[in-house]
């Protein structure tokens, strides 16, 4: 039989964070510790879901909540994210604005897909988070990365932004805080943004997956300070519950003159075609939300910690120069090319990967606006965090000039 051939649709995929794990792995194989810092997973290191959620996810399978819930989640569940939302953000949303997904990645697939037709556009943040690049080219629209400005701490360039937009474009993604950048944007960039959107009456997208992962600043949601144009919000457990292994997430629509009643109505759809998210997961989300967050508190002291190391070490380091990250758990330092050995900033990793057993992910991975970059995660304890940037302190002075 002859080889079975992939669409041309899917050959457009690819997720830089996870592509660079094969030569990794390949180390591992031979016997070789790797440093990782390359993946935004939290629970991966000393970071867990809060044990009242856990129980209750445990406790919904027993008790036979192992059924399919409504395609747009659970009531309770989809009552408690709107008490979570109105008192973070102040939003005017009943449950009716609320749907539950398989994590933040279904509602985007989900949202785009019910968005564009081929050869629609969505402005997506530069540097951007994959998917949104990935799953807009998969269903044949195309995502147009709008400039975010590195020397002024990674905030959108709203002159690139009017510029690109066209009568094809169908929305404007925010992802803040940011991955890969880790900026966090302030009110006065977000209301400009939501006055671009109004001006050409298309939707705005915010992804808050790391809405209470900040630093110094609280976040702000373009959904609290919106009065007209509307805003899709996305969030989930992944980040801020740490609990990316249960795919558990959401999206609410604040949407003050009712222009999204058509899309919502094909959102949701598309959401009863895929039947439903998973009900226990659904149990354990509810008590999460409603359940204590102190823990947070301690995770964030750590996490400040771990950043302001790493932004110190590699602040430190020549040929590389980088911005201090507000929000989130990455830090996005641009390199030195030029005074290296590589052709780009994939050979650089993948250099330092071989060389010094530390991974992190390229740059150009996020998109063009990435190029001459890398990716890191502050994730990792102190010590582990020390040796890796001991590494490519080392590492550098080796390479370069
Ligand atoms: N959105 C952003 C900006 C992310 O960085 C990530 C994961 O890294 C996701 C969404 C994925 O979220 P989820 O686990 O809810 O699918």
Same mark, same amino acid.
Request: aromatic content about 10%; glycine content about 6%.
């Given at each position: 039989?002859?080889?079975?051939?992939?669409?041309?649709?899917?050959?457009?995929?690819?997720?830089?964070?996870?592509?660079?794990?094969?030569?990794a792995?390949?180390?591992?194989?031979?016997?070789?510790k790797v440093i990782k810092l390359n993946?935004?997973?939290?629970?991966?290191?000393?970071?867990?879901?809060?044990?009242?959620?856990?129980?209750?996810?445990?406790?919904?399978?027993?008790?036979?909540?192992?059924?399919?819930? %409504?395609?747009?989640?659970?009531?309770?569940?989809?009552?408690?994210?709107?008490?979570? !939302?109105?008192?973070?953000?102040?939003?005017?949303?009943?449950?009716?604005?609320?749907?539950?997904?398989?994590?933040?990645? !279904?509602?985007?697939?989900?949202?785009?897909?019910?968005?564009?037709?081929?050869?629609?556009?969505?402005?997506?943040?530069?540097?951007?988070?994959?998917?949104?690049?990935?799953?807009?080219?998969?269903?044949?629209?195309?995502?147009?990365?709008?400039?975010?400005?590195?020397? !002024?701490?990674?905030?959108?360039?709203?002159? %690139?932004?009017?510029?690109?937009?066209?009568?094809?474009?169908?929305?404007?993604?925010?992802?803040?805080?940011?991955?890969?950048?880790?900026?966090?944007?302030?009110?006065?960039?977000?209301?400009?943004?939501?006055?671009?959107?109004?001006?050409?009456?298309?939707?705005?997208?915010?992804?808050?997956?790391?809405?209470?992962?900040?630093?110094?600043?609280?976040?702000?949601?373009?959904?609290?300070?919106?009065?007209?144009?509307?805003?899709?919000?996305?969030?989930?457990?992944?980040?801020?519950?740490?609990?990316?292994?249960?795919?558990?997430?959401?999206?609410?629509?604040?949407?003050?003159?009712?222009?999204?009643?058509?899309?919502? %109505?094909?959102?949701?759809?598309?959401?009863?075609?895929?039947?439903?998210?998973?009900?226990?997961?659904?149990?354990?989300?509810?008590?999460?939300?409603?359940?204590?967050?102190?823990?947070?508190?301690?995770?964030?002291?750590?996490?400040?910690?771990?950043? %302001?190391?790493?932004?110190?070490?590699?602040?430190?380091?020549?040929?590389?120069?980088?911005?201090?990250?507000?929000?989130?758990?990455?830090?996005?330092?641009?390199?030195?090319? !030029?005074?290296?050995?590589?052709?780009?900033?994939?050979?650089?990793?993948?250099?330092?990967l071989?060389?010094k057993h530390v991974l992190v992910?390229?740059?150009?991975?996020?998109?063009?606006?990435?190029?001459?970059?890398?990716?890191a995660?502050?994730?990792p304890?102190?010590?582990i965090i020390?040796e890796a940037?001991?590494r490519?302190?080392?590492?550098?002075?080796?390479?370069?000039?």
């Amino acid at each position: 039989m002859r080889k079975v051939a992939p669409s041309k649709r899917a050959s457009s995929v690819e997720y830089a964070i996870r592509d660079v794990v094969i030569p990794a792995r390949e180390l591992e194989k031979k016997g070789i510790k790797v440093i990782k810092l390359n993946i935004g997973d939290p629970v991966k290191f000393d970071f867990d879901a809060p044990e009242h959620a856990k129980e209750a996810y445990c406790t919904a399978i027993r008790e036979g909540h192992n059924y399919y819930s %409504d395609s747009e989640g659970i009531e309770d569940l989809r009552k408690a994210i709107v008490e979570r !939302e109105r008192k973070k953000n102040n939003v005017d949303i009943t449950s009716n604005d609320v749907f539950v997904t398989a994590a933040v990645t !279904e509602a985007l697939q989900i949202t785009i897909g019910a968005l564009t037709n081929p050869g629609d556009q969505i402005l997506v943040p530069g540097p951007s988070y994959p998917p949104y690049i990935s799953f807009t080219k998969f269903l044949l629209a195309e995502p147009v990365e709008y400039r975010t400005v590195e020397d !002024e701490g990674w905030i959108p360039d709203l002159d %690139d932004m009017r510029k690109k937009i066209t009568d094809k474009t169908r929305a404007i993604v925010v992802i803040n805080p940011n991955n890969p950048t880790g900026a966090l944007y302030d009110e006065k960039i977000l209301r400009e943004i939501l006055d671009i959107a109004g001006e050409h009456e298309i939707p705005v997208i915010s992804d808050e997956i790391y809405d209470m992962i900040t630093y110094e600043k609280k976040h702000i949601s373009p959904g609290s300070l919106t009065k007209d144009v509307p805003v899709i919000v996305f969030n989930g457990m992944s980040k801020v519950y740490f609990a990316t292994g249960w795919r558990l997430g959401y999206m609410y629509f604040v949407d003050p003159e009712n222009t999204l009643e058509n899309l919502r %109505d094909a959102i949701g759809r598309l959401l009863r075609v895929r039947l439903c998210p998973s009900t226990p997961a659904q149990f354990a989300a509810l008590e999460a939300l409603r359940g204590p967050m102190d823990y947070l508190n301690e995770y964030l002291k750590k996490l400040r910690r771990r950043r %302001d190391l790493m932004y110190r070490r590699l602040s430190e380091i020549e040929n590389i120069s980088v911005q201090k990250p507000e929000g989130a758990f990455y830090i996005f330092p641009r390199v030195k090319i !030029e005074n290296g050995p590589w052709k780009d900033d994939k050979e650089f990793v993948l250099d330092f990967l071989r060389s010094k057993h530390v991974l992190v992910v390229h740059g150009s991975g996020f998109g063009r606006y990435g190029i001459n970059h890398f990716r890191a995660v502050y994730l990792p304890q102190e010590e582990i965090i020390e040796e890796a940037m001991n590494r490519l302190e080392e590492f550098m002075k080796e390479r370069t000039r």
